[in-house]
């Protein structure tokens, strides 16, 4: 089961920051969050993943709670095409080739509306 | 760089059937894993290939299997085809080192 809790929905005006909550009270020290997006009918895309400092990179920032037990995936400036479903994922990082196996909750449902 | 390839896109079989999905990772990839996602239950990993071998499998039937070659293209194949078995079937290709996953576009399998 996955380990995230994370809104089944949400809206945002083009143009303004869009920001998804998840929660992952249960996480371990060596894992880390990870964020991936799916538009529709179309494969997941990665977006940013950390352990316990904050990130940020082309497409969006991600905050974590000092405590880690909560995160905060922001898109500064959201366009139509950022609609999709966005999945939160706990997981420790698989660097030696064989990746594992990620486990998708039900995501956020992100809608930016005109 | 072409991304992850998957063949066909779009397959219509009948219960009973059997079906083989193909898939090709970015060039260098060596690890390519199967998720099967439905609207019911979400996006579920199948299994993963590495170097040509299974290094981890979901929980799903024995009807579900797959392979690797030595090019690390994958293919995964589903014997006795059931309804509930039509789903958007993805595959993932990634780099040692690197723990992004990159997803290809899917097929999708209709079962009648």
């Known amino acids: 089961d996955a380990k995230t809790t994370q809104p089944p929905s949400m809206d945002c005006a083009e143009g303004r920051a869009a920001n998804l909550p998840c929660n992952h009270s249960t996480i371990s020290g060596n894992e880390y969050v990870y964020w991936y997006r799916q538009i529709h009918s179309q494969g997941p895309q990665y977006i940013i993943h950390g352990l316990k400092n904050n990130e940020t990179n082309e497409m969006a920032s991600l905050i974590i709670t000092e405590d880690r037990k909560s995160s905060t995936l922001i898109l500064p400036h959201a366009t139509l095409r950022d609609t999709a479903v966005y999945y939160c994922?706990?997981?420790?990082?698989?660097?030696?080739?064989?990746?594992?196996?990620?486990?998708f909750g039900k995501g956020t449902k992100l809608s930016v509306k005109p | 760089k072409a991304g992850v390839t998957q063949t066909p896109r779009y397959l219509i079989k009948t219960r009973g059937q059997q079906v083989t999905l193909s898939c090709s990772p970015i060039s260098g990839h060596r690890s390519v894993s199967w998720y099967q996602q439905t609207p019911g239950q979400g996006l579920q990993f199948l299994f993963e290939?590495?170097?040509?071998?299974?290094?981890n499998k979901g929980n799903f039937p024995g009807r579900f299997s797959g392979r690797q070659f030595s090019n690390s293209r994958s293919e995964m194949n589903v014997s006795t085809l059931e309804l509930g078995d039509s789903a958007l079937y993805l595959c993932a290709s990634s780099l040692a080192r690197v723990d992004e996953q990159f997803f290809g576009p899917g097929t999708r399998l209709t079962v009648l």
């Open positions: 290939y590495f170097s040509e071998t299974q290094r």
């Open positions: 994922i706990v997981r420790v990082p698989n660097y030696g080739g064989s990746q594992g196996n990620l486990i």
